[in-house]
């Protein structure tokens, strides 16, 4: 059974979760504070295994204390329950293992412990060293923010992005997104992973390449693994051509 600790400055939002987290009879409470003072006492003596943090913290940041603990020897996995959606990208920036926002939802706290369940490696060992493994390999996550609610997409995934109407089309293996920001701010969030633009319009990952398409007046169009088609602008043949070696 995993060893929480809850970081809420308000004790009925506590007292919900603390709930909704012993339903699943896969947590143990051992602790909870409202401050960053009180929390780093605690988590220091007691070792939880994972922190459920809140943003607000009457006047303080959580995102504060995401930071301090990260520099603990035990470093727990934290889990952001908020009410604040805007400060997902820099909770994963500080590779919170996820994001939950509130009112909680019963299933979606689930999922998030089949998920830290799933690694089998949390508190001293810690869940993986992600500032260097995202950065080296391109893996990792990237929060986007869809239909009010944020979801949590494995980069690695990712086949193409694209602009739909107005809106971001972030297409995945199995899945689809619809993001708010523009492709040039996704763009930006996601470098130096292995997506590069190949199209005004498009950025692709070259770990889904599966064929390159010779198309009219020195175009290409590339097939994805999914079987998808994304075209590649005269614009960014030499890029990708110095990348993929064709």
Do not use: C
Request: net charge negative.
């Amino acid at each position: 059974m995993m060893k929480a600790f809850l970081v809420d400055d308000e004790p009925l939002a506590r007292d919900e979760l603390k709930y909704l987290l012993m339903r699943t009879k896969e947590i143990e409470i051992i602790g909870e504070a409202g401050s960053i003072a009180d929390s780093l006492t605690q988590i220091n003596v007691l070792k939880p295994d994972l922190v459920f943090l809140d943003i607000d913290l009457s006047g303080d940041s959580g995102l504060e204390l995401a930071e301090r603990i990260q520099q603990m020897d035990w470093e727990p996995a934290v889990v952001f329950a908020t009410a604040y959606d805007e400060y997902a990208l820099q909770a994963f920036e500080l590779n919170a293992f996820d994001y939950l926002l509130k009112p909680f939802d019963e299933d979606r706290i689930r999922q998030t412990l089949n998920k830290i369940q799933s690694l089998k490696t949390i508190g001293a060992a810690r869940i993986a060293p992600a500032s260097q493994t995202h950065k080296e390999q391109g893996t990792g996550k990237f929060a986007v923010a869809s239909d009010e609610r944020i979801v949590l997409v494995d980069i690695s995934s990712i086949v193409y992005i694209a602009t739909d109407e107005g809106k971001t089309l972030i297409k995945t293996l199995d899945s689809e997104y619809k993001a708010a920001d523009t492709l040039t701010a996704v763009e930006k969030k996601l470098s130096p992973n292995r997506l590069v633009r190949v199209h005004r319009s498009y950025l692709v990952n070259l770990d889904h390449i599966a064929e390159i398409e010779p198309w009219f007046n020195s175009t290409y169009n590339l097939i994805m693994k999914d079987h998808s088609k994304v075209p590649v602008s005269r614009t960014y043949v030499k890029d990708l051509r110095t990348l993929i070696g064709f």
